[in-house]
Each structure stands twice: as C-alpha cells, then as structure tokens.
C-alpha cells in the first residue's frame, strides 16, 4: 500500500462520522465499504490532490472503499486537463461505480467540458450505449449538466429516446434529464412529451419529475399531467 494511499485513508477514517454513515447508507445504496465522511471534506481532500496532478491517487486500489473510489471521481474532475486526456481515467473510475452518488457528485463537474462539448459528444454517445447502468447515467448526467440548450434540445431528445438500459437508476437519470429540459424550455419539452418513442415508465416519470420542479408553472405542470401514458 503506497504512501499516498494509506495518508488519504487515514484522513478519511479520522473523518468518519458513525451517524453520517449511517444516513448515507440509508440513501445510497452500495456494496462499497463506506465510512461515513462528509463531502465538504471530501471536495478539501479532492481538491488538494487534484492541484498536485497526483495520479498516484487516482490509479492506486481503493480497496471497494466508498469514500476512496468517490474520491477518485472527483480528484478526475477537479483536473485543470482536457476531458479527453482524462477519459481513460474516468473509464476506470466508472467501472468501480455501484451507486448513483459517485456518478452525480463527479462527471457533470469536470473542470473544461464547457469548452470540449462537441468533443465529448462521441464519449457520452458511447455511454448511452453501455449495459452498465452506471455508465449510463454518466452518459446521461453529462447531457443534462451541460447540452440542455435552445440550439441541441433535438440532440438531447434524440439521445434521451436512444436509451434502451432499464436499469432504474439509467432510467431515473433519463427521467431528470427531460425535467431539466421541461424547466428550461417548456413548450419544446412538451411538444416532446406529446411525441416521444420513450418507454412508459421514463415517459411518466419524466413528467412526475417535472411536476414536482418549482421551476416549472403550474399551468405547464397541468398541461403534462394530462399527457401522462
């Protein structure tokens, strides 16, 4: 076990909270060890690491520890590096994944997507398209951080209708994806709505998500609760 690894590990033990683990665990489902540390702490801890280009980290076994493998995620996304560089980084750091709190605390937050979108396009096509459900709401994530915009709402609707993972948290990503698009952009969202090739189950719950948005209006929420399958 390299240096590296067991000084992180032992910040992260020294930061355990019982209780914290305890709700965590409550609300994220997991095979990973988890410890019970909070993420203010864990984004210090991430940055640190990230302003040192350690990839010692980001390579080294977590050891199936929560906070360790989440930590990996985050150490990636707060690289000031091209996306792309990092992609086989990332690829590894997503194979670890089991639970939707790694996905949603990391891929949205890489630091230079904004300037490489079309770059990623090709990356998050291919996500959309894995059997690993994780992978997919990476994909997804991705899509409602950063393309939910007037000029690429036909690419995100045509992406949303391409995935075929029935995996409920691939399935309640993509769900959260059209909400997004619904908040922003409502009339678009729900000429959508009327015509999709959605499955049943993502269709209504993407309407029961946008619903239960505060920024969507109560006359556009009764407009799509009328068109609920």
């Given at each position: 076990?390299n240096?590296?690894?067991m000084?992180?590990?032992?910040?992260?033990?020294n930061l355990?909270?019982?209780?914290y683990?305890?709700f965590?665990s409550?609300?994220?489902?997991?095979?990973q060890i988890?410890?019970g540390?909070?993420?203010?702490?864990?984004r210090?801890?991430?940055?640190n690491t990230?302003?040192?280009k350690n990839f010692?980290?980001?390579?080294c076994?977590k050891?199936n520890?929560?906070?360790?493998i989440?930590?990996?995620?985050m150490?990636l996304?707060?690289?000031?590096?091209s996306?792309?560089d990092?992609l086989?980084?990332?690829?590894q750091?997503l194979?670890?994944v089991?639970?939707?709190?790694?996905i949603?605390a990391?891929?949205g937050?890489f630091?230079r997507?904004?300037?490489?979108?079309e770059?990623i396009?090709?990356?998050i096509?291919?996500?959309?398209?894995s059997?690993?459900?994780?992978?997919v709401?990476a994909?997804?994530v991705?899509?409602l951080?950063?393309?939910?915009e007037?000029?690429?709402l036909?690419?995100?609707?045509?992406?949303?209708?391409?995935v075929?993972?029935t995996?409920?948290?691939?399935h309640?990503?993509?769900a959260?994806l059209?909400?997004?698009?619904?908040?922003?952009y409502?009339?678009?969202?729900?000429?959508?709505?009327?015509k999709?090739t959605l499955?049943k189950?993502t269709?209504?719950?993407?309407?029961q998500?946008?619903?239960?948005?505060y920024?969507v209006s109560?006359e556009h929420?009764?407009?799509?609760?009328?068109?609920?399958?």
């Amino acid at each position: 076990m390299n240096d590296e690894k067991m000084s992180v590990l032992n910040e992260l033990k020294n930061l355990a909270e019982t209780d914290y683990k305890v709700f965590n665990s409550r609300i994220i489902p997991t095979r990973q060890i988890m410890l019970g540390v909070r993420m203010p702490a864990l984004r210090k801890i991430a940055k640190n690491t990230a302003e040192q280009k350690n990839f010692d980290f980001v390579q080294c076994d977590k050891q199936n520890i929560y906070e360790m493998i989440l930590l990996e995620g985050m150490v990636l996304s707060y690289m000031d590096q091209s996306f792309k560089d990092l992609l086989p980084y990332t690829e590894q750091f997503l194979d670890k994944v089991d639970n939707w709190a790694q996905i949603d605390a990391t891929v949205g937050k890489f630091r230079r997507i904004v300037r490489e979108k079309e770059d990623i396009l090709p990356v998050i096509r291919k996500w959309l398209k894995s059997d690993k459900e994780f992978v997919v709401r990476a994909g997804l994530v991705l899509l409602l951080t950063h393309y939910v915009e007037k000029e690429r709402l036909n690419l995100v609707f045509n992406l949303s209708q391409s995935v075929v993972h029935t995996g409920h948290y691939a399935h309640m990503a993509n769900a959260w994806l059209i909400s997004v698009c619904m908040a922003k952009y409502p009339e678009e969202t729900i000429a959508f709505f009327r015509k999709n090739t959605l499955d049943k189950k993502t269709h209504n719950k993407a309407i029961q998500k946008s619903r239960e948005s505060y920024r969507v209006s109560k006359e556009h929420k009764d407009m799509i609760l009328a068109l609920k399958l």
